[in-house]
């Protein structure tokens, strides 16, 4: 499944890329405030900034900004990108989520759930209103972008998927998932399923008699598997 996802974003290098998993939320999908380090001048008992070599001296303190994820990078990004290049196409921006059924997707995904369901023109059909945090970092790093952009998503008051945003995810239905996935947010996608097939290796198994090919082996357990749990998954 990465691999065949692999295929189609690898030519584009600025895929942004998030693993879920048990402990994922909102925060660490989307963004919030975390402690940074950022340089600051330091002040002599006068009050005077301190200079050495006629430069001003900083030190490192710790402050507060809000810091974006895998979610909130790619939507920038996408809506940057809505420019048409010279041949008149937009270029994609890809989010690769791998092992989306490992995390609490209700959780994670919070009202962005709403911006999977696109229209015609594959924007979000509805839209929803941004956090001021959120607001705020959207509409700083929008403000210089060249794209024709709608002044309600540049001034980030409210979120919509533009159609060069492109959501691939990955999960292994065979895995015990950690966490339900409804069926609301299953609509939302288009299912590709990825069946085990013959690499064309021509393994042997060889055990002291005639190897056994390993193909043949996988076809007669699986068939054993299926026939005794009913469960094709396994």
């Known amino acids: 499944k990465s691999h065949g996802i692999e295929g189609i974003v690898g030519v584009h290098d600025d895929t942004v890329r998030t693993t879920f998993h048990p402990d994922s939320d909102y925060a660490t999908f989307v963004g919030c405030y975390k402690p940074t380090m950022v340089p600051q001048v330091k002040y002599g008992l006068q009050g005077k900034p301190i200079e050495q070599g006629g430069k001003e001296v900083t030190e490192e303190v710790i402050a507060y ?3 974006p994820q895998a979610f909130t990078k ?4 996408a809506w940057r990108k809505m420019t048409p290049g010279p041949d008149g196409k937009i270029a994609p921006q890809f989010l690769v989520i791998e092992e989306i059924n490992r995390g609490n997707c209700a959780q994670i995904f919070g009202d962005l759930f709403q911006l999977l369901h696109r229209d015609g023109t594959h924007y979000s059909k509805y839209a929803i209103e941004a956090d001021s945090d959120l607001a705020k970092y959207i509409a700083k790093e929008l403000s210089s972008a060249s794209a024709s952009i709608p002044d309600e998503i540049r001034s980030g008051k409210i979120l919509k998927l533009p159609p060069n945003l ?3 995810a990955t999960m292994n239905t065979s895995d015990q998932s950690l966490f ?3 069926s609301a947010f299953k609509r939302r996608w288009e299912w590709e399923y990825i069946p085990i097939k013959d690499a064309g290796k ?5 055990a002291g008699g005639t190897p056994f090919p390993w193909w043949g082996f996988i076809e007669t357990v699986n068939k054993y598997i299926l026939d005794t749990l009913k469960n094709e998954d396994k």
Do not use: E, H, L
């Not at 790619?74 to 990004?77: C, L, N, Q, W």
């Not at 021509?202 to 060889?206: C, D, L, R």
């Open 180 to 182: 339900p996935m409804d």
């Open 202 to 206: 021509n393994w042997k198994i060889v």
């Open 166 to 168: 492109y959501i691939w």
């Open 65 to 67: 900004s809000y810091v």
């Open 74 to 77: 790619a939507y920038v990004r």
